[in-house]
């Protein structure tokens, strides 16, 4: 744990960290905020949004897109900090999103309810298009999580959790998915929030290993970060994008209050190899 300093502590269900400009922003789904962290650990709160899950991206043009899971909205916040509505994804249950550098944000909706232990269905991919229309592209993911974007806008990586799994697509010139591939198998590995590093390697946040993993396409691990606390979400970033940042908190299961309230936390790591794509 020497190599694993702690940005910033006492928060709660904390997920979807993604550098920008020179800080790095979160999300408190516990608190319903999205919150701006910089490398002294000085925390802002940019948004509030009653959603759970709360997930972001980073459109090309520097604004943020926020998922309202509860609303079925994606919601854009605009230079003076207001949230409009960027899409209607029509119904509830979203999960991750990722932007890639064309303005296309691909967004995951899992397949069953978690909180009420309805049996697990696979869930799918839908890509919002500049224009604002939606349609799905990708399914048969038991539980979609994170996602990442190759550098030039190539690959698309989705986490399927509950297959201990990566899978990759190829994307199309119209953002349309194709080329279905297993990019890497996990062993006992669960993968939650991913980023992508210059090397082509995958980074994935792992709860109940308490772990944060770097693997190779084919599954060989590379390096492993171990955590006190389960890892929810990872990305790369900094003044040279060599800062692994990682959101952990102590995991309690599935329920109201999935974590122990005050235990989420914004770590930071460095690494050799920088960051690369999107998030």
């Not at 998922?67 to 509830?92: C, F, I, N």
Request: aromatic content about 6%; glycine content about 14%; overall charge negative.
């Amino acid at each position: 744990m020497s190599e694993v300093r702690a940005l910033l502590s006492g928060r709660g269900l904390v997920e979807s960290p993604r550098w920008h400009g020179d800080r790095l922003y979160f999300s408190d789904w516990s608190a319903g905020e999205v919150v701006a962290v910089d490398l002294a650990g000085g925390a802002e709160v940019v948004a509030r949004v009653a959603s759970l899950p709360l997930c972001t991206a980073w459109l090309p043009d520097g604004r943020m897109v926020l998922v309202s899971s509860s609303e079925g909205r994606l919601l854009r916040r605009e230079p003076d900090g207001s949230l409009v509505t960027h899409a209607d994804l029509g119904r509830q249950g979203w999960n991750d999103v990722v932007a890639d550098g064309r303005g296309n944000v691909y967004v995951n909706r899992i397949g069953f309810d978690l909180a009420t232990g309805e049996d697990p269905k696979p869930g799918f991919v839908a890509l919002v298009t500049p224009d604002g229309s939606v349609r799905e592209v990708a399914d048969d993911i038991l539980f979609p999580n994170g996602m990442a974007v190759t550098g030039d806008n190539s690959t698309l990586i989705v986490a399927d959790s509950y297959r201990h799994r990566l899978v990759a697509f190829d994307i199309g010139a119209d953002g349309g998915l194709s080329g279905r591939r297993v990019w890497a198998e996990l062993g006992e590995g669960t993968p939650d929030g991913i980023c992508l590093d210059a090397e082509g390697a995958v980074w994935y946040a792992d709860v109940p290993n308490r772990r944060c993993v770097r693997v190779a396409e084919g599954g060989a691990v590379l390096r492993t970060v171990e955590l006190d606390r389960g890892g929810f979400a990872c990305a790369l970033g900094g003044p040279d994008a060599r800062t692994l940042f990682i959101v952990a908190a102590e995991f309690l299961g599935m329920g109201p209050s999935p974590v122990s309230p005050g235990s989420g936390q914004v770590l930071a790591v460095p690494v050799e190899v920088p960051g690369a794509g999107w998030p």
